[in-house]
């Protein structure tokens, strides 16, 4: 899966990223009433310009990409001086307030996510096999603090029509059976069936569980 990923990347098969910001953020982001100067996680968050929107609704962004290309791609795209570090086994660049881990998100732990009050999922949970949808909602939710509020945008397809991915058909009784453990899970709304590939958009907000809930 990892070296599928990094392949797309080196050889620019990159048909998943957009081109502008996504619309549902824009609608559906002030909804969850976050507060400005709250830090966004992005998980696997390639190279999207909902990022710099992010950062331009004043909010700090940490994305975390495993291929450097996407990293590169970014900051070259973008504007500013772009400085770099280390926090092993991380190496992060950061420009203006978006902050780019380059890694694997399974090995970002709780006490590299001290500040993150809110997340934004638009390609990571559809990028992954089923297998992995487990791991990754368990560990998103260890990441989430109590009472922070995430954006999740996910895709499906008629029944009979689940082609294997990336992206991958994540249907609504998935998302609630993955995340409602942890999380409280509201469906915000979807779209019409992509006339291409079938694909239909489905938004959610969710609020991590907890002693403030």
């Known amino acids: ?12 098969r990159i048909g998943f990223h957009r081109p502008e910001t ?11 009433g976050v507060r400005p100067g709250t830090k966004v996680l992005v998980p ?7 990022m710099r929107w992010l950062a331009q609704q004043d909010h ?3 994305g975390i990409e495993l ?4 990293i590169e791609q970014f900051v070259a795209e973008g504007t500013g001086d772009v400085s770099r570090y280390q926090q092993a086994p991380f190496a992060i660049c950061r420009q203006g307030s978006v902050e780019l881990w380059c890694g694997d998100f399974f090995h970002f732990h709780i006490d590299q996510a001290a500040e993150i009050g809110a997340f934004y999922d638009r390609a990571a949970l559809i990028a992954l096999p089923a297998a ?5 909602a368990f560990h998103l939710a260890q990441l ?14 008629a029944a009979g029509d689940e082609a294997a991915g990336p992206p991958y058909h994540v249907p609504g009784e998935e998302v609630r059976e993955l995340f409602e453990p942890n999380f409280l899970v509201t469906h915000l709304g979807e779209g019409e069936p992509e006339a291409e ?8 907000a969710l609020t991590r569980r907890g002693p403030m809930t």
Do not use: N
């Not at 899966?1 to 620019?12: I, K, T």
């Not at 996504?22 to 969850?32: D, S």
């Open 1 to 12: 899966m990892a070296h599928d990923w990094l392949d797309r990347w080196r050889e620019g």
């Open 22 to 32: 996504h619309p549902a953020l824009v609608r559906h982001w002030p909804r969850l």
């Open 44 to 50: 696997l968050c390639g190279k999207s310009l909902d």
């Open 60 to 62: 700090p962004v940490l």
């Open 67 to 70: 291929a450097e290309e996407a």
């Open 132 to 136: 992995t949808r487990q791991r990754y």
């Open 144 to 157: 989430i603090p109590p009472g922070a509020r995430g954006l999740l945008i996910t895709l499906s397809r």
């Open 197 to 204: 590939s079938g694909f239909r958009e489905s938004v959610w």
